[in-house]
């Protein structure tokens, strides 16, 4: 009888799921989203006892302080968990997401709760449920697994159906209606269907109908009339919400007011969701603004610089996507706050109070974790060089 040699426990050789796991994942990516969780959870607790002076009925100081640990702790379980998938799998749970997000934005006329003059969310109990933030991964990475089927040329209508899907997301979103979800949809979709190859002369007609799009909505909605009057026009139209989240920003200076001594958070609506990003600058100062900056330029370039370097294009298209797709929201919740652009109802990822935000922002980076894992073949020999089928599309463009 052979004696079997000894494997210590949580090494590279360790068979175990969950050393293999460890060993696989990039740790890097992992580490800057916890960071990011970490972040909005201190942040959580400096905005809840100003928050709560807002809501009726609420006491408790740390209310949605302690509420968004048990978000996080939903999120990280949903980014590790989707982790690790196999990419067979990643499509599988994109598939059953977008059907059951677009079912259930279908519903939203008729059992949605109404708030500011939206129908955006269903009540379960003592939370609400917001389908859109499901819809945005799911779309992505079906339309990535249509194209690169389209792509093989095998008969299947890739391009077709990946059209259908989202035209079917972007149309209830704009029943609800839901403009900012709608617009960040829609680029990063137009992103990934770039990156899988097309002609250039479609993506000018493409650019083209989505800049007529833009301007329809400009017309076919009030609100983001008065949205963008309101930035055009600051000494006109009512601008109290962000001037008092650009004198917390500017209160904070380099290393801000301290742990729990923020002042103009107490006059910042929506504080602990969409300006969260202001509380942390007033009592933080820039040198958080800048870390949790560096946090998503990191997971955006670390992140596609591995999906780039994958062999499959589904899994390349799907996981920059999903990089994309959190790296642009920061970004939009971010110019808001900052005063660069209309305000818009839209979470900082990982960091703003929201249960199904933050559920689906760890599902988002838990799908692009499992389609960048290490495994056999699924990178370029040696690591280097970069296989992107949208260099095949400049080439013929240049020929």
Known sequence: MTAQAYVPPFSRSDPSPIAQWFWTVDRGLLAAALAL?????????????????????????????????????????????????????????????????????????????????????????????????????????????????????????????????????????????????????????????????????WMAVLGSLVTAGV?????????????????????????????????????GGLVGRGVGEGVMKRNVPDLHTDFIYSVGAEEFGLMLSLLIIGLYAFIVVRGLSRALRLVDPFEQTAAAGLFMLIGLQACINVAVNLNVIPTKGMTLPFISYGGSSMLAMGLTMGLALALTRKRPGAFLPGGSGLLWPGAALLKRASA
């Open 37 to 201: 969780m970490a972040i909005g959870v201190t942040l959580s607790f400096a905005a809840s006892p100003a928050a709560i002076l807002a809501e009726d009925g609420i006491t408790d100081p740390f209310h949605y302080a302690l509420r968004m640990i048990v978000f996080v702790s939903l999120g990280l379980t949903a980014m590790v968990g989707a982790s690790f998938m196999t990419p067979r799998g990643v499509r599988r749970i994109a598939v059953l997401a977008l059907v059951g997000a677009i079912v259930v934005m279908a519903l939203l006329p008729f059992i949605g709760h109404e708030a500011k003059g939206a129908s955006r969310w269903i009540n379960l109990g003592p939370f609400g449920l917001q389908p859109s933030e499901f819809a945005k991964p799911a779309v992505i990475v079906f339309s990535a697994w249509m194209f690169a089927e389209g792509q093989k040329g095998q008969g299947v209508p890739g391009v077709t159906v990946a059209f259908v899907a989202y035209a079917a997301t972007v149309g209830l979103l704009l029943l609800q209606p839901d403009i900012g979800q709608t617009l960040l949809i829609t680029t990063t979709f137009m992103a990934v269907f770039f990156m899988i190859g097309v002609p250039l002369r």
């Open 215 to 251: 301007f329809g909505l400009y017309f076919a909605f009030d609100h983001v009339r008065s949205r963008v009057a309101t930035f055009v026009t600051p000494g006109v139209e009512d601008t109290y919400q962000i001037d008092r989240a650009s004198e917390a920003i500017r209160a």
